[in-house]
T-cell receptor, first 112, second 111 residues
Framework: SQTIHQWPATLVQPVGSPLSLECTVEGTSNPNLYWYRQAAGRGLQLLFYSVGIGQISSEVPQNLSASRPQDRQFILSSKKLLLSDSGFYLC???????????FGPGTRLTVT | QKEVEQDPGPLSVPEGAIVSLNCTYSNSAFQYFMWYRQYSRKGPELLMYTYSSGNKEDGRFTAQVDKSSKYISLFIRDSQPSDSATYLCAMSLNYGQNFVFGPGTRLSVLP
């Protein structure tokens, strides 16, 4: 069966510091991968999606970036965090054959 | 008009009640419709996945899609306290892209 991992689970970072969040998927190959941000009381905002290694599409202009160095690894980064980057970051995957999308446990980021 | 609208609740019901959760949307091109359950501080869990109009049943859960009205529903029968969570509707245009989520409805099932 497929499993999706995210780490760290919780992160507190000062403004201006760098960020690296990692997501890995097990039990599938060639998944479509997604990064979402969920602000308190709001819906999920799609940040990036990837259909393959090195292929990244950005949905929202921001100071975040994403990379996919391996087939089942997706990384969300920032060079300098802003207060507005605080939120719950979720990684998700689909097989590419259907739109059944499965989410990881999330990373709660607080920028102070 | 927002692309997907959903009553944020909170919705409180007694244990055993039938719960009706709803979303409306504006883009008639959406083809795939999903419902997720999200417990506090956890990732969303896929509950139901449907394509186009019609009903789909899975245990105590029934999903309905009415594309002509641009309206989708999730019914929960015999609701349990463990159903207390936020329910998110989602929809997409085509495989793997253009997912749009509603803001979620918070449900509390009281024992």
């Amino acid at each position: 069966s497929q499993t999706i991992h995210q780490w760290p689970a919780t992160l507190v970072q000062p403004v201006g510091s760098p960020l690296s969040l990692e997501c890995t998927v097990e039990g599938t190959s060639n998944p479509n991968l997604y990064w979402y941000r969920q602000a308190a009381g709001r819906g999920l905002q799609l940040l990036f999606y990837s259909v393959g290694i090195g292929q990244i599409s950005s949905e929202v202009p921001q100071n975040l970036s994403a990379s996919r160095p391996q087939d089942r690894q997706f990384i969300l980064s920032s060079k300098k965090l802003l207060l507005s980057d605080s939120g719950f970051y979720l990684c998700a995957w689909t097989s590419g054959q259907t739109d059944e999308q499965y989410f990881g446990p999330g990373t709660r980021l607080t920028v102070t | 008009q927002k692309e997907v609208e959903q009553d944020p609740g909170p919705l409180s019901v007694p244990e055993g009640a039938i719960v009706s959760l709803n979303c409306t949307y504006s883009n008639s091109a959406f083809q795939y419709f999903m419902w997720y359950r999200q417990y506090s501080r956890k990732g969303p869990e896929l509950l139901m996945y449907t394509y186009s109009s019609g009903n789909k049943e899975d245990g105590r859960f029934t999903a309905q899609v009415d594309k002509s009205s641009k309206y989708i529903s999730l019914f929960i029968r015999d609701s349990q306290p463990s159903d207390s969570a936020t329910y998110l509707c989602a929809m997409s245009l085509n495989y793997g892209q253009n997912f749009v989520f509603g803001p979620g409805t918070r449900l509390s099932v009281l024992p």
